[in-house]
């Protein structure tokens, strides 16, 4: 018979948040999968589990999976751990639970604590639909493109992201989904120093301009059809000083649409009226 991949999702900062069935599970595997065995060595030992370990970063997950798989289709049964919170979501996981499925290894889940679902019920954005998109690429234009993708969805978009990046990506996330747009920042969560912050992507860009924050963070934003819209006065306003400046109408009416929660066929059909 073929062993079990177990999904255990550990603490993503307070160690109370680990579950009872998440370390018994821990105890009773053959091995356990490491994002990193020396980050996760500090939470075994805090549990006292005493189980060999394997490591399964995110570089090499392609080139690790397949052996393990065969472990499993030999019959014996793994735990999945990462740094912190859900394998899979961000983190290492998804290619070796592919395969594990491919080759008719059970996989169970072991929900637990999540950043995501933390940050989101705790925002104060709608939460009844939300679109995820984890860590931006580094890439300004492919970054760009990602948002671009979905600058137009209803939904609450979340991100994560490095607090060395914050600031930049605020800046992007406004040039792109509009700077007022309604967003929290969602630092340190579930220890000592957790804090929230919301206001629109401008001022929460703004308050960051003479600060370096600490600790990952969660960036949410609300979606198109959840923000205010500008009256059809505010846009014309905001269409004739940008065409006074000498901008071109067609580029002027996607970054007013942005800002306003408008269509931009609306804009750019009202700009054009403008121009007679």
Not at 27 to 37: A, M, P, Q, R
Not at 67 to 81: D, N, Q, T, W, Y
Not at 224 to 236: C, D, K, N, T, Y
Request: aromatic residues 6%.
């Amino acid at each position: 018979m073929t062993g079990t991949l177990y999904l255990v999702a550990t603490p993503i900062g307070n160690l109370g948040d680990m579950t009872t069935r998440a370390v018994e599970t821990l105890f009773g595997v053959d091995f356990i999968i490491c994002e990193d065995t020396r980050h996760s060595r500090v939470l075994l030992d805090h549990f006292g589990v005493r189980k060999p370990t394997v490591s399964l970063p995110a570089f090499a997950e392609g080139e690790r999976a397949l052996p393990l798989v065969s472990r499993l289709a030999a019959g014996e049964s793994a735990a999945l751990i990462t740094d912190a919170g859900s394998p899979g979501i961000s983190d290492p996981g998804e290619r070796l639970v592919a395969l594990a499925i491919e080759a008719g290894i059970a996989v169970v889940p072991i929900p637990g604590a999540s950043a995501l679902v933390a940050a989101l019920s705790a925002s104060g954005l709608p939460s009844l639909r939300f679109h995820f998109l984890g860590f931006l690429p580094r890439a300004t234009k492919e970054a760009t493109a990602m948002l671009e993708e979905v600058a137009g969805l209803s939904a609450t978009l979340v991100f994560y992201e490095a607090p060395n990046r914050v600031a930049d990506t605020l800046i992007l996330l406004g040039g792109v989904l509009g700077p007022m747009r309604r967003a929290c920042l969602a630092r340190e969560l579930t220890k000592v120093h957790e804090e929230f912050r919301q206001g629109t992507l401008a001022q929460l860009a703004a308050s960051l301009a003479d600060e370096t924050l600490k600790g990952e963070v969660v960036l949410l934003v609300e979606g198109r059809g959840a923000q205010p819209r500008w009256s059809e006065e505010q846009v014309s306003q905001a269409l004739s000083a940008g065409l006074q400046r000498g901008e071109r109408l067609k580029a002027l009416s996607v970054e007013v649409a942005k800002a306003a929660g408008w269509a931009g066929a609306d804009v750019y059909k009202l700009g054009v009226g403008l121009k007679k």
